[in-house]
Structure formats: structure tokens, C-alpha cells
């Protein structure tokens, strides 16, 4: 018995399509907004430090690969046109390939990402930038700079992983049956969530890399 796309994309305990795109869509959001508040610890926390020691904050940005920093944010944004490409194109039935081969390239920019961060971090580490023993800015605050700077990088790497899976997942079901990007929600979903990873990491740049560069 053959079964039509709309029943393939359909997921208990819905039964209408329509309504299972209003609950996964308004989960997304919810997750994104509890997700910006756990964020949100780090930056106050990061807040606080810039405020106490200034100096020492502005001399460890100026220790960060800004190079690294400014080439992950370009291939992050592109990333996400792509992403919302698929998304778009999606709605189609006929452009279902299309759609695939935009999150095929999303995820190799993703892969490209952590790869770029990975390189970072070993300038990092041979720069001795991890904070403890040895760390070579001596200046009151500058450690816990680094310290935000290497949970937030890290967290948001975890968070950009599982994004890949996510992305995974649409290639692979989206070979066996490309009629099923049409009806499925799994694509904007996926598409609201590399947004979100998007938009911490704009903010990260913003804050780890761009204080002490001002001349």
C-alpha cells in the first residue's frame, strides 16, 4: 500500500498536518527563546567582568583571532542563506531536489565552520590563551574574558553539531522521497533553529572579537 506525503510527513499524536506545523514551529520558538536566556547567563556574566576590569577585557580581545572570527561569521551568514533558500524552495513539490542540495550546502559550510574554529583553537592553545597557570596577559580580568570565550565558543559549537544532525537527517530522508520536503515541517524547524545558532554567533563576534581593536 502506498501512502501519499502529507501521511509520510505526518507524526503522532497529529492528526492534521496543518496543526503539527503550528506546534512544531511554536516549539521551535519556544526552545530558541530558553536557549537566549541560558545564553543570556553568559553575557551578563561577561557584562560584569567588562565592567570590573575594563583594561583587562579590552587587552584579551585584542589577543582573539580576529581573521578566525571575521571568516566564521562570513561562512555562518552564508550558511544561513542557504539554509533559508531551502526553506523557501521547499514549498514546492517540484523544487524538492533543489531544496536538498541548499541544505547539502548548509551543512558543508557547517562543517567548514567548525573546522575554522578547530584551527583557532589550536593558535589559541599554542598562544597559551587557556586560562590558568602560564596564561600570558597579566592584566586583572583578562582571564575571565577567556574564560567566557572558550565556554561560549564551545557551547555554541555543540549547539552548531547538533544542528548538522539535524541537517543530516533532511538530506538523507530527503533522497528517498523529495516530495516530502513540501508537506514536512522538519525544514523550517531546522531552518528556525541554524537561524538562532546564527544569531548567537553574530552576537559572540561582536563580543569576543571587536573590543580592543580600536585604534
Known amino acids: 500500500m502506498t501512502t501519499s506525503a502529507e501521511d509520510r510527513a505526518l507524526r503522532e499524536p497529529w492528526d492534521d498536518l496543518e496543526r503539527q506545523r503550528q506546534a512544531a514551529l511554536t516549539g521551535i520558538w519556544f526552545f530558541s527563546a530558553s536557549e537566549l536566556l541560558f545564553f543570556g547567563g553568559l553575557f551578563v556574566a561577561y557584562a560584569v567582568n567588562f565592567y570590573l576590569w575594563p583594561h583587562g577585557s579590552m587587552e584579551a580581545g585584542g589577543h582573539t583571532g580576529l581573521a578566525y572570527g571575521l571568516s566564521n561569521t562570513v561562512v555562518l551568514l552564508l550558511s544561513s542563506a542557504a539554509v533559508a533558500v531551502a526553506a523557501a524552495s521547499a514549498r514546492w513539490p517540484a523544487l524538492g531536489r533543489f531544496s536538498r ?115
Open 101 to 215: 542540495a541548499c541544505v547539502w550546502v548548509t551543512m558543508i559550510l557547517g562543517v567548514a565552520f567548525l573546522t575554522i574554529k578547530g584551527l583557532e583553537y589550536r593558535h589559541d592553545i599554542e598562544e597559551r590563551l587557556i586560562p590558568g597557570p602560564g596564561f600570558p596577559i597579566e592584566a586583572r580580568g583578562a582571564q575571565l574574558f577567556f574564560a567566557f570565550y572558550w565556554t561560549s565558543t564551545a557551547l555554541h559549537a555543540v549547539h552548531l553539531t547538533v544542528g548538522l544532525g539535524l541537517l543530516l537527517r533532511l538530506a538523507i530522508v530527503g533522497a528517498r522521497d523529495p516530495q516530502w520536503y513540501s508537506k514536512t515541517p522538519a525544514v523550517n524547524v531546522t531552518a528556525l533553529y541554524w537561524g538562532f545558532v546564527d544569531v548567537v554567533w553574530t552576537i559572540l563576534f561582536v563580543l569576543i572579537y571587536l573590543p580592543g581593536r580600536a585604534t
